[in-house]
């Protein structure tokens, strides 16, 4: 269940209707990820398998290592809703944007902090 008192602590730019939107978000990524896995997983292997191109494997294989990326940040997001913690920069601390989070539900830094990361990379 969620505690919505906490929830307003951390992302009162948040509406309540917002968030459930946030959360179907969330659950159909989840489900459309999880099948995309199940589907990944259940590729031929063998004869076909061997069949393929290098380059086709090795997109098969990325394929795969970002869908269990993404199926691991929407379970996060997931999680940080059910513990209150939802809506907040995981580095600066204050809110993610509602547009942001609107395109990226599963965003765990503000626009600011995403830039900073990444122009770290």
Avoid at 32 to 44: N, T
Avoid at 81 to 97: D, K, M, N
Avoid at 112 to 118: A, L, W
Wanted: charged share 30%; aromatic share 2%; with cysteine.
């Amino acid at each position: 269940m969620v505690n919505h008192q906490t929830i307003g602590d951390h992302a009162a730019h948040l509406s309540p209707e917002d968030l459930a939107a946030l959360r179907d978000s969330l659950h159909e990524q989840r489900a459309f990820r999880q099948e995309q896995l199940r589907q990944i997983a259940a590729a031929p292997r063998t004869e076909e398998l061997r069949r393929r191109s290098a380059a086709q494997a090795a997109v098969h294989v990325r394929l795969a290592a970002s869908a269990r990326m993404v199926l691991a940040d929407v379970e996060a997001a997931l999680e940080r809703i059910a513990e209150g913690r939802y809506g907040s920069c995981h580095l600066c601390r204050r809110p993610v944007g509602r547009d942001r989070l609107m395109i990226v539900p599963q965003a765990r830094y503000c626009a600011r902090c995403q830039q900073v990361r990444e122009a770290g990379r």
